[in-house]
């Protein structure tokens, strides 16, 4: 059974940083593209950053500059830095992947940036 638990979310003034974190099981997870998709109040979830197995990016165009997804393939853990965070980056940011063409989400972990 695939498990994605995230952590490392909070509150942060405009400008700040965070690191969130996804701990990945039940899958062979050097294999599998990974993504943060967040949602806002009022807002539909929408992808974030994309990573896959072998490291290839991509990123949603307003945090593009700001943000930077990675991976772990020995701890199973993909990251999202983020930096320059501006209050309409405010939302819940979710760990996202496929396996055997269904969805797993894990429950997502709330930021808060204050402006």
């Known amino acids: 059974q695939v498990h994605l638990v995230e952590s490392g979310g909070g509150w942060v003034p405009a400008g700040g940083s965070l690191r969130l974190s996804c701990m990945a099981s039940g899958i062979n997870f050097r294999l599998h593209p990974m993504d943060w998709y967040r949602q806002g109040p009022g807002n539909q979830r929408e992808l974030v950053a994309t990573i896959t197995g072998g490291g290839g990016t991509n990123y949603l165009d307003s945090v593009k500059d700001r943000f930077s997804i990675s991976r772990d393939n020995v701890m199973n853990r993909v990251y999202l830095q983020m930096s320059s965070l501006k209050p309409e980056d405010t939302a819940v940011y979710y760990c996202?992947?496929?396996?055997?063409?269904?969805?797993?989400w894990g429950r997502g972990t709330q930021v808060t940036v204050s402006p």
């Open positions: 996202h992947t496929i396996r055997g063409g269904l969805d797993f």
